[in-house]
């Protein structure tokens, strides 16, 4: 079992940055490839960001490359979304989420992970 808890969304305008994070807890954490996903209203999950295990590789969707940074701190068991630049289609609930198993892959799509967080809310106004 893994417990997913993220924090740091808010309200900020266009342009502005915000730096989510996901604190886990059960599960050894280290051994597991993390993803962010967000979803919108009306709109299903999609996928925004996932780090392998030890972190050496980051993959992000087109929508948010250069502007989002994944990354984690394995001693600290908590994974990071820095987002810049941002843009009000950012604007929806951000999930961060955990596989079943440990893998050296990430996964691209919500039905890949088993885990979830409550999700924090991210609000930009143009």
């Known amino acids: 079992q893994v417990q997913l808890v993220e924090s740091g969304g808010g309200l900020v305008r266009a342009g502005g940055s915000l730096r989510l994070s996901c604190a886990a807890s059960?599960?050894?954490?280290?051994?597991?490839?993390m993803g962010w996903f967000r979803q919108a209203p009306g709109k299903e999950r999609e996928f925004v960001a996932a780090i392998t295990w030890n972190g050496g590789n980051t993959y992000y969707a087109d929508s948010v490359k250069g502007r989002f940074t994944i990354s984690r701190d394995n001693a600290k068991n908590t994974v990071y979304l820095e987002m810049n630049s941002l843009k009000p289609e950012d604007t929806a609930v951000y999930y961060c989420?955990?596989?079943?198993?440990?893998?050296?892959?990430?996964?691209?799509?919500?039905?890949?992970?088993?885990?979830w967080g409550q999700g924090t809310r991210v609000t930009v106004s143009s």
């Open positions: 059960g599960r050894t954490f280290s051994s597991l490839p």
């Open positions: 989420a955990a596989p079943w198993r440990e893998s050296r892959e990430v996964g691209f799509h919500y039905s890949e992970y088993t885990y």
